[in-house]
């Protein structure tokens, strides 16, 4: 980072008679607060969506019964004439759905039989008590207000950081407090808590772009270029809008502030007052983008804060790289990828082993989506001679050079790689299936 930049933001004094904080361990709450909430909403979705199912299959079932039950007791009693009325009003009913340009020829439909209107009314009663996928909806209406509730949370924790790191910014303005109101206040220190309270209260009551345009131009981060897809990101907010606002249908605010140029491979733009969902297929990418659009604003707004902290930003206890491989071990490969490729190229990750660990995996997170033809020849052109022999191995795996990668092993083994590694990498796992894997390991286990 030019150290003009870095002036920009760190040069501020703080609060007068604050102690001053520990800012590394802000941000590493703040990352690992948000990590986690992310993993937990990831994994609330992935174990009540199977639940979902299954309760769906059991609400049909359940209608399947109540139905031939209806039925049942209707052709037991009713007369030849009446059957015959039903089924007529069924033929037409199925011309009104099925063909919406016959619509008039159910328009003036007459039902004579009492006993046919009763079962009707009955079939009424019963299938509008609620739709049969109102589970799901009710669901994935939560996924998407909890993600984009903990993003914002994470978006205050990050301003209040900045507020309080550099307090100078609040002196840019022409009018900060009136002397009436200063006098509200005990100390300067709660009048400067007060107005930076204020400020982000306002941001988050803006848009999504609000805040973009925030860190844009208070520590030059673009937020554009940490997310997969800005225009699908926006359209994020902008559904979790309607949802809390509007009752899922479509509005003439969301139709005007989602680009939906951009969108046209994603999502077909409704009508107004049209009813929205929120499909698996919707929140499975949101899920994704959520997380990994979180994590690299804190890492920007860390890297910018507090540039001397690179170690701790990419310890593989406490930081990327540790977010990093749990994404691998529960198989997030897009996240991983994307966490990755933003670590290396960190400019402040100097540490090559951090580079390489980042790269492989990275390498790893593209082959397992079945584009390895992306990087292969990159990795074939690697050049492991003069590093530790856990890359040349990692290499081997990746390349499925089997003979060489256990021809390596014994070498490495307890030097430069542990049995649990190898047991546990997923960059090994296609090594692990060959029968020479567990005789090693077996023998260094003894």
Aim: proline fraction near 3%; glycine fraction near 4%.
């Amino acid at each position: 980072m030019p150290e003009q930049e870095q002036n920009e933001v760190t040069s501020a004094h703080e609060y007068e008679g604050s102690e001053k904080p520990d800012n590394s361990k802000t941000f590493r709450d703040i990352s690992a607060q948000y990590s986690n909430s992310m993993e937990a909403v990831r994994e609330f979705f992935s174990r009540l969506s199977p639940l979902v199912v299954e309760m769906q299959e059991g609400i049909v079932k359940e209608r399947e019964t109540y139905l031939q039950e209806i039925f049942q007791h209707f052709t037991k009693d009713a007369k030849k004439e009446e059957i015959q009325e039903l089924g007529d009003v069924f033929r037409s009913l199925r011309v009104y759905f099925d063909e919406p340009t016959q619509k008039t020829k159910t328009e003036s439909l007459e039902i004579k039989s009492t006993a046919v209107a009763n079962i009707l009314l009955k079939l009424v009663r019963y299938l509008s008590n609620y739709p049969e996928d109102i589970h799901r909806e009710l669901l994935n209406r939560s996924i998407l207000m909890c993600l984009v509730s903990h993003f914002e949370v994470l978006v205050a924790d990050l301003v209040h950081a900045f507020h309080r790191i550099a307090p100078d910014a609040i002196s840019t303005d022409d009018k900060v407090l009136s002397v009436n109101e200063l006098k509200e206040f005990s100390s300067i220190n709660e009048a400067l808590r007060s107005i930076v309270s204020n400020r982000v209260d306002d941001l988050l009551r803006g848009s999504v772009n609000d805040w973009q345009k925030f860190f844009e131009s208070r520590m030059k981060i673009d937020m554009t270029h940490l997310v997969p897809d800005w225009a699908r990101w926006v359209e994020y907010f902008q559904r979790r809008h309607i949802f809390m606002h509007a009752g899922g249908r479509a509005t003439e605010r969301y139709l005007s502030n989602v680009d939906w140029r951009k969108l046209g491979g994603y999502i077909e733009r409704p009508k107004e007052g049209d009813k929205m969902d929120i499909p698996d297929s919707y929140l499975q990418p949101a899920i994704d983008a959520f997380q990994t659009s979180g994590l690299l604003l804190c890492q920007e707004v860390w890297r910018k804060l507090v540039p001397t902290d690179s170690d701790t930003r990419h310890t593989s206890i406490t930081g990327l790289l540790s977010v990093v491989y749990g994404c691998l071990l529960t198989r997030q490969w897009k996240v991983s990828e994307q966490l990755a490729t933003w670590g290396e190229n960190d400019p402040q990750a100097s540490d090559e082993n951090t580079m390489l660990t980042y790269r492989f995996n990275r390498w790893l997170s593209i082959k397992r989506q079945g584009r390895w033809t992306e990087v292969e020849k990159e990795a074939e052109a690697f050049d492991c001679s003069a590093k530790s022999r856990k890359y040349a191995m990692a290499r081997a795996s990746l390349l499925g050079q089997t003979d060489e990668f256990f021809e390596l092993l014994p070498k490495a083994l307890g030097v430069d790689i542990t049995a649990e590694h190898l047991q546990e990498w997923p960059i090994f796992e296609e090594m692990r299936i060959d029968p020479r894997f567990a005789k090693i390991i077996e023998k260094t286990t003894g």
